[in-house]
């Protein structure tokens, strides 16, 4: 989609440090971490948010979270823990209406809202 940031990131049109890529996720280091590991993992196609995925598309959910496991893994954090957090919509403080999951590790976590 165009002026999406991440879809033009996806199209290298935007630079990144991609961490890990297959043909349905790209996964890059965030440009403002909040914890020493910060990756945004994101679906090639272009779906806003969670309110936008169909019976059709769903499945890039499984996908994304199959990318996370490798990646905590690829980077070391996979048995100290990490979180995986979708901000979905303006309440919840979603800037990038692109469908994308935050993978945070690195520190000892602090408060938790749930
Ligand atoms: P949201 O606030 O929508 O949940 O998360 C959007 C995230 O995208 C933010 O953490 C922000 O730092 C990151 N971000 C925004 N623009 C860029 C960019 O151009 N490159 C990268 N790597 N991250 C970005
Ligand atoms: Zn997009």
Redesign the pocket.
Known sequence: ?AD?I??MINERKIPSTIVYEDDKVLAFNDINPVAPVHVVIIPKE?IANVNELTQENAAVLGDIHMAAKKIAAKLGVADKGYRLINNCGADAGQTVF?LHYHLIAGIKMGAKIV
């Open positions: 989609m999406c991440f879809c272009h692109h």
